[in-house]
């Protein structure tokens, strides 16, 4: 079965340092992969998504995401990080070669610092 | 804001109760799908409605149920209610069986 391994439960930057969010996943064919952002009392907004071509992918708010295939790796990146930031993010891979059964890591919790 | 509604935004209710919640999807989206958000098992996929009609399931209990009525909205029954079932369920809605999903801000629940 897939899986996703986020294994920093808590992470704090200060404003304006540069951020990276470790997923590793685990699945036996080309995944679809996935980061959402989840601020307090919200719902999840997708920030990018990976499904096949470039390994770099761009997406909103400034964010990217690399994929690894050898690593198993899907690390979200952001150069210099503004308070709005600070919120939880969610790496999840789709289940079944499509995206409509996801599965998510437990996800990352990020404070920002003035 | 997504476009995606789910009402009530909070739910408080004992052991034993059935629940019901409800999701309306953006305007044009067929697909609707459950999501349980707990701190000991994060977030998983319950279940997923294209166009009234189931399309995938995932770790749904057996006492829970959902449905897509014709206008396309959903509803998630919650019957038997444990402690353990106080969590956050989010609804999210896509126009077809893949794509992007947008969610919902989600109703939390909790069971005394």
């Known amino acids: 079965a897939q899986s996703v391994t986020q294994p920093d439960i808590h992470i704090t930057v200060s404003e304006g340092a540069s951020l990276e969010l470790r997923c590793n996943y685990s699945y036996g064919a080309t995944p679809y992969l996935f980061w959402y952002v989840q601020s307090p009392g919200q719902g999840l907004q997708l920030l990018l998504k990976?499904?096949?071509?470039?390994?770099l992918v761009q997406g909103i708010k400034g964010f990217e995401a690399e994929f690894k295939r050898s690593q198993s790796s899907f690390n979200l990146r952001k150069p210099s990080v503004h308070w709005s930031d600070a919120a939880e993010y969610f790496c999840?891979?789709?289940?079944?070669?499509?995206?409509?059964?996801?599965?998510f890591g437990k996800g990352t919790l990020l404070t920002v610092n003035p | 804001d997504s476009g995606v509604t789910q009402t009530p935004k909070h739910l408080i209710t004992a052991t034993g109760q059935r629940v019901t919640l409800r999701c309306s999807p953006r305007?044009?989206?067929?697909?609707v799908y459950w999501y349980q958000q707990s701190l000991d098992q994060g977030l998983q996929f319950l279940i997923q409605?294209?166009?009234?009609?189931?399309?995938a399931k995932g770790n749904i209990l057996e006492r829970f149920s959902a449905q897509q009525f014709p206008d396309l909205h959903s509803e998630l029954n919650l019957s038997s209610l444990e402690l353990g079932d106080s969590a956050l369920y989010f609804c999210?809605?896509?126009?077809?069986?893949?794509?992007?999903?947008?969610f919902g801000p989600g109703t939390r629940l909790t069971v005394t």
């Open positions: 990976y499904f096949s071509g470039d390994t």
């Open positions: 409605y294209y166009n009234g009609e189931e399309r």
């Open positions: 999210a809605s896509s126009v077809g069986v893949g794509g992007e999903k947008y």
């Open positions: 999840a891979v789709g289940e079944g070669g499509s995206n409509y059964k996801l599965t």
């Open positions: 305007s044009g989206d067929l697909s």
